[in-house]
């Protein structure tokens, strides 16, 4: 039998050596040796960003901050406004989050089941990417870009692009606008061209937004006279109003139709006959 004693250390006044460095044996061919694995790390730029985010974001809803950022440059924010300036990346994803909420409590609001009745279980969500992708698009992102062309063949003749499909929203009701919008534009030598499918997407991001149909065309021939700089802008629009048909009075065939002339079409009475004339037989 062996016996074995503990004993215990003990401690002594007098310096210890450092135990010597160990060698590291040569890794034998077809072992498998497991490395560490290191965390990914962002960049400083990044990081500081985040950090950023996190501490302006601390406790704030979302919607709460970007309207901070807003009235700190004065700017305006109505219904009808851009506010793409004021929205830093990933934060819409964030923003839908957050409206989704709010809609959620809308309905709890309005006494409609959505945790047993499957058609409302996820409207909520369903309702706020609507509003932030789809139909108040044109307030969240920023203005498509437009590929222009000098006017080499010093074109002067009337062109009348249309009718381009429009979808909006009255933003007193926020009931559907539906209807159509044609524009003429009668270019200098010295105006911009830009591709017939930028006139349909310059449209379409004035009209996603809720707005009144009267401001609608005005902002839209502004931003045409800034951009393409022609002797002559003008627009008609047509369009069936929601809040008219599907509430108040109720009347289906209510629509309303309205134009604005710029340059050579307000003061030309013969220019402007000919472009009216023309969209009768369209």
């Not at 215990?8 to 040796?33: D, E, H, N, Q, R």
């Not at 219904?79 to 989050?97: R, T, V």
């Not at 989704?100 to 409207?123: A, F, P, R, Y």
């Not at 830009?194 to 006139?199: F, N, R, T, V």
Request: aromatic share 4%; net charge positive.
């Amino acid at each position: 039998m062996h016996s074995f004693e503990t004993k215990l250390p003990i401690k002594s006044s007098m310096p210890t050596k450092k135990a010597p460095l160990k060698t590291i044996a040569p890794i034998k061919a077809g072992v498998k040796v497991r490395t560490p694995v290191r965390a990914k790390t962002l960049d400083r730029p990044a990081l500081a960003k985040n950090q950023t985010v996190k501490k302006e974001s601390a406790g704030t809803p979302l919607s709460v901050i970007i309207r901070r950022r807003i009235e700190a440059q004065k700017a305006r924010f109505h219904a009808n406004d851009n506010i793409a300036a004021f929205i830093q990346p990933g934060e819409l994803e964030l923003l839908i989050d957050e409206v989704s909420e709010k809609m959620q409590g809308v309905l709890e609001s309005l006494v409609i089941d959505t945790q047993s009745d499957h058609n409302t279980k996820n409207t909520s969500q369903r309702v706020a990417k609507m509003y932030i992708q789809e139909v108040f698009n044109g307030r969240y992102v920023v203005q498509p870009t437009l590929t222009k062309f000098p006017n080499i063949s010093k074109l002067n003749e009337l062109m009348i692009i249309g009718p381009i499909t429009v979808r909006s929203a009255c933003s007193h009701h926020l009931c559907p606008i539906m209807g159509r919008i044609w524009i003429g534009v009668l270019p200098s030598k010295d105006s911009a061209l830009i591709g017939l499918s930028k006139y349909s997407r310059l449209t379409e991001w004035v009209m996603c937004r809720p707005q009144i149909q009267e401001e609608a065309v005005v902002e839209l021939a502004d931003m045409l006279e800034k951009k393409i700089k022609p002797i002559g802008v003008a627009i008609v629009m047509d369009a069936d109003h929601f809040c008219m048909q599907w509430r108040g009075v109720k009347d289906r065939d209510s629509k309303m139709v309205n134009s604005v002339m710029r340059g050579a079409f307000l003061k030309d009475p013969n220019l402007r006959r000919e472009f009216l004339s023309l969209l009768e037989k369209r």
